[in-house]
């Protein structure tokens, strides 16, 4: 898998995490976290952690602001 393929996937899997259960959308945040981690793109990582942290203490505006940052940052990946 190329990194713009996994760009690809990793803003498709974040933009489906607007619907579902709390624990289906931690988990797909948590694949964006691994996606990240396996680019070598540690910071983006942390910041997928402390989305998934946000949403677990319900802090639902956090949530949304981190997903919105790793939207913008890896984005700008391509």
Do not use: C
Not at 48 to 54: G, I, K, L, W
Not at 56 to 71: C, I, M, N, S, T
């Amino acid at each position: 898998m190329t990194d713009t393929i996994s760009i690809d996937v990793l803003l498709a899997t974040l933009n489906a995490t607007e619907v579902g259960s709390l624990d289906a959308i931690a988990e797909k945040m948590l694949q964006v976290r691994s996606g990240l981690s396996s680019l070598g793109r540690d910071e983006l990582a942390g910041a997928a952690d402390s989305a998934v942290a946000a949403l677990r203490r319900g802090d639902v505006a956090e949530f949304r602001r981190g997903r919105a940052y790793l939207q913008s940052k890896i984005g700008h990946l391509r």
